[in-house]
């Protein structure tokens, strides 16, 4: 057993650093306010090779292992999780899933572009009446021959405006259930593809999200991704590494916060003297740094298990429960440290707060990942 972080990883994850504070710090405020992110940044994260990490280097890819992929969403989060589940979402969903179950024409097409920041990719499986219960799906995708005819909505789509490819989940078979849904690529801008007004959110609110509209678009048939009826498993073993991306999102918006209340309790006086000499600071500093050292334990284990070809279901899934948990739990405690100033926005803590929630929501709520915990402990 080894717990040192190779060179490599270490320079990965500096280079990650630096960007987040010379980078993505200036202006987060106001991104968060107003609800954006500069095309210029996704660039600027793409031409570090933050885009497509994993992915074969044949195809524009980083052929990174997980464990840096990790360390770069960690160190991201930690200043802005708004770029952060842009990554991820680009990372783990799309890019990582076309270089496993893509054709290579899908690869030569589509990956290569993904991979370097010359388009962004969105992820479409939640719809209005399916968000947990992934497998009733509502959209249509109705097979004629050499394309598919698509109709139905997606919600809550991150990159929703800003992708230039799709990956679409959708029934093709309602009788075959889970076995009759296909994945698909999509382009923007393709007739009857409509993108709906964006969401106003809680948090990450730089990211966009947006719900998508479906009127009769036709997909060729070389765009389904994987043999026909391969769609629920293609987003259930994409969604499992993805899983991993947002237990490290959740570390780094922990790691993040915590390492604010650090500082600022070694600056703010009260009763005569620093705030963390007093036993009331200093223990919730020991809690916080306690969980957010077990979560990341959790997470490398999950990486690691994926590098090593592991079964990585049921390790992801416990990383992304308990380091969400600890997101919630970190960042609610570096307000209270705060104090006042916690509550004002230049003091980031509040914002941090507000973006740990959705890493208990996304890519699988809290109880969903319990199913799967639950299943995996009690078939094993
Ligand atoms: N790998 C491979 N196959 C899997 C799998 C996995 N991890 N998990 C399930 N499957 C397979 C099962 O084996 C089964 O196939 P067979 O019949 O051939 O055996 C099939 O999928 C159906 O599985 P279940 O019977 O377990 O299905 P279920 O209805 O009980 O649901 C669930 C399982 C785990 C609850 C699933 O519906 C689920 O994960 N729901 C949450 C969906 C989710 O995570 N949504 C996130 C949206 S994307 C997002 O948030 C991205 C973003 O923008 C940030």
Redesign the pocket.
């Known amino acids: 057993m080894d717990f040192k972080l190779t060179e490599e990883h270490i320079m990965i994850r500096d280079a990650a650093r630096d960007f987040a504070k010379t980078e993505l710090l200036p202006g987060v405020i106001e991104r968060d306010e107003k609800q954006e992110f500069p095309k210029e940044l996704v660039k600027k994260m793409g031409d570090l090779g933050f885009l497509g990490m994993m992915a074969s280097p044949e195809y524009g890819g980083g052929g990174m292992d997980t464990i840096s992929y990790i360390l770069v969403m960690e160190e991201l989060s930690k200043i802005d999780a708004s770029a952060s589940?842009m990554v991820?979402?680009n990372n783990s969903?799309v890019c990582w899933g076309l270089d496993t179950y893509g054709s290579e024409e899908q690869k030569k097409k589509y990956l290569s572009k993904l991979t370097t920041g010359e388009k962004l990719g969105?992820?479409c499986?939640?719809e209005p009446e399916a968000?947990?219960?992934?497998?009733s799906q509502r959209t249509t995708a109705i097979d004629k021959g050499d394309h598919y005819v698509l109709n139905g909505t997606k919600n809550?789509?991150?990159n929703g405006s800003s992708a230039d490819y799709y990956l679409v989940i959708a029934q093709t078979d309602r009788e075959k259930k889970?076995?009759g849904i296909n994945a698909f690529i999509l382009e923007k801008g393709v007739e009857g593809f409509e993108i709906g007004p964006k969401e106003q959110k809680m948090g990450i609110r730089g990211s966009d999200?947006h719900s998508l509209n479906f009127n009769d678009v036709k997909v060729p048939k070389e765009n389904r991704i994987g043999e026909d009826g391969f769609g629920?498993?293609f987003?259930?073993?994409t969604?499992?590494g993805?899983r991993i991306g947002?237990a490290a999102q959740a570390l780094g918006i922990a790691s993040g916060a915590y390492e604010l209340a650090l500082d600022y309790s070694k600056q703010r006086k009260a009763f005569g003297t620093e705030i963390c000499n007093h036993q009331a600071i200093a223990f919730k500093l020991a809690d916080m740094y306690t969980s957010i050292e077990a979560s990341r334990h959790m997470v490398m284990r999950a990486a690691w298990d994926k590098d090593q070809g592991q079964n990585y279901?049921l390790t992801g899934a416990m990383a992304k429960v308990y380091a969400s948990k600890t997101a919630m739990d970190v960042t609610t405690e570096a307000v209270q440290v705060h104090g006042g100033n916690g509550y004002v926005k230049e003091y980031h803590v509040e914002r941090l707060m507000r973006d740990a929630k959705i890493t208990q929501i996304?890519?699988?709520?809290s109880e969903?990942q319990k199913?799967?915990i639950s299943?995996g402990i009690l078939r094993d």
């Open positions: 589940v991820s979402v969903l969105a992820f499986l939640s968000g947990s219960d992934a497998t809550w789509i991150t889970h076995k999200t629920f498993k987003a259930m073993k969604l499992s993805g947002i279901d996304y890519e699988g709520t969903i199913i799967v299943r």
